[in-house]
């Protein structure tokens, strides 16, 4: 009985030792399990912050790489949630309780499933790593608003290089960040892993040692407590079917892990479709490459950019893309060269297999940092084709900017200057650093009114743009005029943001219109209107006049004998008497009349209203202008007018009409004598057409040979001799009569007829000497009249020589006759063609000596013969002592000089003995006989005696 109670003590102590070991293990198995289920959770959670954290870091890449508003909202999205989970797991594992993660069921879905972890109290070791993360949270929660802002900036077109540098140095900054906190979330991952299967080994080891100890304690019971067998059993029974409940407690662990692992890889494929998706939807190329550079994955656009699909791609080398350039072989060396680095905003050209065009790429790719992976890149390819065109276009801009010839100054909407180009600077004056910062009224000039820039501002605001001429002020205080052009450039609310001004500096082009304008109005000697201003001062002038009846007067205005000047002088000093001519005119109108030159020397008045009615006081007022001489040449000219008057209405409506009356009245001054004025009457158009028919005759006479000379004796006073005649030219008209020299000589001298009458006269005289040596046996000196342009022409001394040479006439019995105005020409030539004639022993004679203004000291310094004083002098011998006195001043003049004296116009007994007891050598006149024909002057010649 005693060892039953021992023994039955002994099997209930080793009973409860059992149960309580038993208990000891169940609860050991029960923490086992929680410890288990606890290191699940953060492995899951671990996972968790590693996929958001990837997800953060790509959405940061697509952020950089937004093509589009849409891009960078989801961009953002993706990132701020998750941010929000990576915070919200972070606090689970460092206090505890539940964390729901939440996603959606795919990319475009709006439906989102959870799942739901627990903890019953915090993570240990977990503070400082949570802070840490915490912390880079809220840094990336400012770096999201200066990537957002970036993006934004880029998308409207504002890129700003050095802003997207700092951002990229940044960016770089944060992928070890990245990478630190993938490398956490893995460690976790990892250490939890481990953790859970030493727990499951401890457990199962528990199990093992559990079931060891049961089974010596059944074997030890048997052989002690063979009695208590019952009780035994009925325990050994009660640990069976509890093992077998901790068992299926096992298995049940093992079930849900196997779920989990389900519901993970589930999560995984749905994760890769989402990037597979969001790469697709960015419209960029994501792609994975091993240590070769073969590709090893390729998501996105890469049919449409590059020809070829994803599963296409895969195998095949970046080299397949890359053009045989040295950029291309550049690129594919830093995609498999060692240590590998980084790839941030690299550029290149890949090739299409579709067209085989290239398109621009910027790529961005980081190191594959998977253990069990090969090394290689993971990176971003975004076709920046069109933006690299853009940047092109824009460098060329900048280029075009900084090289234009046209001044360019761009103003913002407070109206400061924020950008110039050298041409800016090289106009006005003013440098960048001077003009930036400024208001552009420091161009400001004073020649435009308030009015003007109102109306200017008023436009731009407007129509957005303005296009003038303005005058400006260079930063020396020159104004000057230019071309401006002003577009306002406006933002999106449509108010101006920005105004650009191009101009270019037209003062050259203004100089040139002005000098085109007054070649075009205004003549280029005087600097007086021409005709064509004439005409359109006219043209408003009868505008004014449909309104209000006026009166106005044309004066046509002619210079006697001004083609001698030109002749005599030469047309240097002709165009300086035109010049003081000019002048004299320009000070006698008013500011509202005009006087032009038409040409040569005919000048034009045209008086408006009032002024009209005083054209006669106008002419002689004219005419006095003129009275005083003009010098030239060291030399006094005097000019006389000869004026004609047509009035507006009654002589013409037309600016044409009134010239050609005008024009008839001043021939008709000039035919009465010059040096006066006259107004037009209808008899003058008669006259100015029979004057036009003379003209025609002539032409035909001197074809037909009807011009001939008369010969009129000249006589030595002293001796009585017959010493020589005078050739005298005469027109027989086809009617017979005669037509007078005072006639058709002026015709001549003006249309250029004297040349070729005078060589006709010439020629005919010499051979008239010669009939006369052959008639009477000596040999008569002829003179002829020279007209000074027959003097000037250039064949003038041939003309003389085949003259005597072909009448066999010598030279000695020829005898020139020019006028003292031939001497006011180039002395030079004039002197050297007179040497000539004097070599050849020609002489030369002054006629109408008295008349003109030679000087003293040119005639003493030519090789002259004879003067030949002017009619009108011999003709005043009876009009008093004083005539008498100036004629004999005359004769001694010319004995002073060494000269032959010739009186013209001797028509009395009276007349020549007079000139006689002056002392004048010879005499031409009626007295001794009128100018006769050839055979006249031969009869004449053999019985003439006084």
């Known amino acids: 009985m005693l060892h039953l109670t021992v023994l039955l003590l002994l099997s209930v102590g080793c009973t409860l030792g059992v149960l309580v070991f038993n208990r000891i293990m169940l609860e050991r198995l029960e923490a086992f399990a929680r410890l288990q289920e606890r290191h699940r959770v953060v492995s899951d959670v671990s996972l968790v912050i590693g996929k958001n954290v990837s997800r953060m870091q790509v959405g940061f890449q697509h952020m950089l790489l937004a093509s589009s508003p849409g891009d960078l909202v989801t961009a953002e999205e993706t990132i701020r949630e998750s941010m929000d989970t990576v915070r919200r797991a972070a606090a689970f594992l460092e206090g505890g309780g539940v964390f729901v993660e939440t996603f959606k069921v795919n990319f475009d879905s709006l439906d989102r499933v959870g799942h739901e972890f627990r903890l019953d109290s915090p993570v240990p070791g977990l503070d400082i790593a949570s802070m840490e993360l915490r912390t880079s949270v809220a840094l990336l929660e400012r770096m999201l608003d200066e990537y957002h802002d970036f993006a934004s900036a880029r998308l409207q077109g504002g890129y700003d290089s050095g802003r997207s540098a700092a951002l990229i140095l940044k960016h770089k900054k944060l992928a070890p960040f990245f990478s630190r906190t993938a490398e956490h979330a893995n460690r976790f991952y990892v250490q939890s892993m481990k953790d859970l299967a030493e727990t499951q080994a401890r457990l199962a080891r528990a199990k093992e040692s559990h079931s060891r100890f049961l089974t010596m304690f059944i074997a030890g019971s048997v052989a002690l407590l063979t009695v208590l067998g019952i009780i035994v059993i009925r325990s050994a029974a009660q640990v069976l079917r509890e093992r077998a409940a901790a068992q299926a407690d096992l298995?049940?662990?093992?079930?849900?892990?196997?779920?989990?692992?389900?519901?993970?890889?589930?999560?995984?494929?749905?994760?890769?479709?989402?990037?597979?998706?969001?790469?697709?939807?960015?419209?960029?190329?994501?792609?994975?490459?091993?240590?070769?550079?073969?590709?090893?994955?390729?998501a996105g656009q890469s049919e449409s950019l590059l020809g070829v699909n994803a599963e296409q791609a895969v195998g095949m080398s970046l080299a397949d893309f890359l053009p045989d350039t040295r950029e291309g072989r550049f690129a594919m060396e830093r995609i498999v060269r060692r240590p590998l680095a980084p790839i941030v905003d690299f550029t290149c050209s890949l090739a299409s297999k579709a067209d085989g065009k290239p398109r621009r790429f910027l790529i961005n790719a980081i190191p594959v940092t998977e253990p069990d992976s090969a090394s290689g890149y993971f990176g971003v390819a975004k076709d920046i084709s069109e933006k690299h065109e853009y940047e092109g276009r824009l460098r060329l801009y900048e280029k075009i900017f900084e090289t234009s010839q046209e001044g360019i100054s761009v103003t913002n909407a407070e109206g400061e200057i924020i950008a110039v180009n050298p041409a800016f600077t090289s106009i006005t004056g003013y440098t960048a650093e001077e003009a930036i910062g400024q208001n552009p009224r420091i161009l400001k000039s004073e020649h435009h009114p308030p009015e003007f820039y109102t109306a200017m501002w008023d436009a731009l605001m407007r129509d957005g743009l303005w296009t003038g001429e303005i005058w400006n002020r260079r930063k020396s205080g020159e104004a000057y005029p230019e071309w401006l052009s002003i577009t306002a450039l406006r933002d999106e609310r449509g108010a101006p943001d920005k105004f650009i001004a191009v101009f270019h500096d037209i003062t050259a082009m203004k100089e040139k219109e002005q000098e085109i304008m007054r070649m075009a109005y205004y003549d280029h000697l005087t600097g007086l209107p021409n005709k064509a201003m004439l005409q359109e001062k006219f043209g408003v002038a009868l505008l004014k006049a449909e309104k209000t009846p006026a009166c106005h007067a044309v004066l046509y205005v002619d210079l006697d004998n001004f083609k001698l000047v030109n002749d005599s002088l030469g047309h240097e000093a002709g165009d300086e008497l035109l010049v003081e001519v000019a002048s004299r005119f320009q000070s006698m109108v008013r500011s509202e009349d005009v006087v032009a030159r038409l040409g040569g020397d005919e000048f034009v008045f045209l008086f408006f209203d009032d002024a009209a009615c005083d054209a006669e006081k106008y002419s002689e007022r004219i005419i006095r202008a003129l009275a005083k001489p003009v010098h030239v040449k060291g030399q006094n000219i005097f000019v006389t007018p000869s004026i004609g008057i047509a009035v507006y209405p009654r002589d013409g409506r037309t600016i044409q009409a009134l010239l050609k009356h005008a024009d008839l009245a001043m021939y008709d001054a000039k035919s009465a004598g010059k040096n006066q004025f006259r107004i037009f009457e209808e008899g003058m158009t008669i006259r100015a057409s029979a004057r036009l028919t003379l003209e025609s005759r002539l032409r035909q006479?001197?074809?037909?040979?009807?011009?001939?000379?008369?010969?009129?004796?000249?006589?030595d006073l002293a001796s009585g001799r017959v010493i020589g005649v005078e050739a005298l030219a005469r027109w027989a008209a086809d009617d017979g009569s005669i037509v007078s020299p005072l006639e058709f000589i002026p015709v001549a001298e003006d249309t250029g007829l004297i040349v070729p009458l005078g060589r006709a006269i010439l020629e005919q005289s010499c051979r008239a000497m010669g009939v006369v040596r052959e008639q009477t046996g000596s040999a008569m000196k002829v003179a002829v009249n020279v007209s000074a342009r027959q003097f000037r022409h250039e064949g003038f001394l041939d003309d003389v020589r085949a003259a005597a040479d072909r009448s066999d006439l010598p030279y000695e019995c020829l005898e020139l006759e020019i006028t003292e105005s031939l001497l006011l020409g180039d002395m030079g030539l004039v002197g050297a063609k007179l040497r000539e004639l004097s070599a050849l022993g020609v002489a030369v004679s002054i006629d109408d000596f008295g008349t003109g203004y030679s000087s003293l000291s040119y005639l003493s310094r030519l090789p002259l013969d004879r003067i030949k004083i002017d009619r009108s002098f011999v003709q005043r011998l009876n009009g008093g002592q004083s005539d008498v006195d100036l004629l004999q001043a005359i004769i001694q003049m010319g004995k002073s000089l060494r000269l032959r004296v010739l009186a013209e116009g001797v028509e009395t007994r009276d007349d020549a003995d007079t000139l006689t007891e002056m002392g004048c050598d010879e005499a031409q006149g009626y007295f001794f006989g009128k100018p006769m024909p050839l055979h006249e002057l031969i009869v004449f010649l053999r019985k003439f005696s006084i």
Do not use: C
């Open 251 to 298: 298995l049940q662990v093992n079930e849900e892990l196997e779920d989990r692992v389900t519901r993970r890889t589930r999560e995984l494929q749905m994760s890769e479709a989402r990037l597979r998706d969001i790469a697709l939807t960015s419209g960029d190329i994501i792609w994975q490459s091993d240590g070769a550079g073969r590709l090893v994955y390729v």
């Open 701 to 715: 006479a001197l074809n037909h040979g009807a011009v001939y000379p008369l010969f009129q004796p000249k006589i």
